[in-house]
């Protein structure tokens, strides 16, 4: 399993998703605005990974400073707060740290240090451990025999490790279902072209690339059996954000009467927010649109439009899968009571608020 993101020697250290797969490339971040740079310009992408990512560069910010320690604290978490808009595990992980620093402000310096340290290694750790249970959960759902479609790269890269979407394709695979995948490009980043597959290939599960355009073709023709994405947000009602293009698939599942899930912690859930109408859709450079790496593919000075994601409505999703059980509709209910490890509804009204 790959390294994504891991602490070594006062530092943090991540493979950069940018090079892959043609080179293997560790970044070492010695300042924790080295960290939030390498969010913002996708060195590290994926949900749960970017919230690993902060938890570990406020974790390194707080170990630079002696003297005005809360000030310091509030300007670091400033700093990633303000990296990536969509991911809600990164407001998760810092509000999980903010909690941390709150509980041992009062101690010295030293402990709280190591304080927050030992949190953001329990939120890397935590995360594995969940992709692994999630993956349980949803091989289940897997057809034997099945050929599945994934969309961006929700494996191993995207997370602390072994990943959501892929976490499931793994566990069907380990379980010996004799399933295959295919993997949709996912413009304009790549991330399935250069990530995805290079993960299956590396596992030797088989894998099939088709551009994005190529979904409809092949539902048509029965070769899926199923389709599963990870998310970057989650809201209350079900409504899901995810890499751009999931809602058209979404869409074509539903229209040729295809299993739909979604695969993501619940980490990932904001119950705060009440639906994909209040998720924030972060815009992008358009330069990823117009070239290819350092190759231009579009006329200059044409206009481009560039969001990063898109929301699916809940109507269109089969299930939601998580570390703690499978979600169905009305997910409303579901989702609350996975993510408050409740077994019946809770009776008072959740507030919603805009994020």
């Known amino acids: 399993m790959v390294r994504t993101i891991e602490w070594r020697n006062e530092t943090v250290v991540m493979i950069d998703q940018r090079l892959l797969p043609g080179q293997e490339v560790y970044r070492v971040c010695h300042d924790y605005r080295e960290v939030a740079r390498a969010i913002k310009d996708m060195v590290i992408r994926g949900a749960p990974a970017i919230g690993v990512a902060a938890a570990f560069g406020i974790a390194l910010g707080m170990r630079q400073t002696r003297r005005d320690v ?12 303000a990296t990536r ?13 903010r909690r941390t620093f709150t509980r041992v402000r009062a101690h010295g310096v030293d402990e709280i240090r190591e304080a927050l340290l030992r949190e953001a290694r329990a939120i890397h750790d935590e995360d ?3 992709n692994r249970a999630l993956g349980q959960h949803g091989a289940a759902l897997v057809p034997r025999g099945a050929q599945v479609l994934t969309h961006c790269n929700a494996g191993a890269l995207a997370t602390a490790g072994y990943g959501t ?3 499931v394709i793994r566990a069907a695979h380990a379980a010996g279902k004799h399933i295959s995948v295919m993997a949709t490009e996912t413009r304009p980043f790549l991330q399935g072209a250069r990530l995805t ?4 290939k590396a596992d030797r599960i088989p894998v099939t690339l ?9 539902m048509r023709a029965g070769k899926i059996a199923c389709v599963i994405v990870g998310a970057d947000r989650v809201a209350a009602n079900g ?3 995810n890499k751009i293009g999931t809602y058209g698939l979404a869409a074509l599942a539903h229209r040729h009467r295809i299993p739909f899930f979604v695969a993501a912690p619940t980490s990932t859930v904001d119950l705060a927010c009440a639906d994909g109408d209040h998720i924030p859709i972060e815009d992008r450079d358009p330069r990823e649109v117009t070239h290819i790496g350092d190759r231009q593919i579009a006329p200059a000075g044409i206009a481009v439009a560039n969001p990063a994601f898109d929301v699916t409505p809940h109507q269109l999703i089969s299930a939601i899968v998580t570390e703690r059980g499978v979600a169905s509709a009305p997910y409303k209910g579901s989702l609350r009571r996975l993510v408050r490890g409740q077994r019946r509804e809770p009776r008072r009204r959740e507030a919603s608020r805009r994020t």
């Open 70 to 81: 809360p000030r310091r604290f509030e300007r670091v978490c400033k700093t990633f707060a």
């Open 85 to 97: 808009p969509t991911a809600v595990n990164l407001f998760w992980a810092i509000d999980r740290m």
């Open 128 to 130: 594995i451990a969940a």
């Open 165 to 167: 979407a892929l976490g």
């Open 197 to 200: 597959a290079w993960e299956l």
């Open 210 to 218: 088709i551009t994005d355009g190529m979904a409809g073709h092949f």
């Open 239 to 241: 409504d899901v954000a």
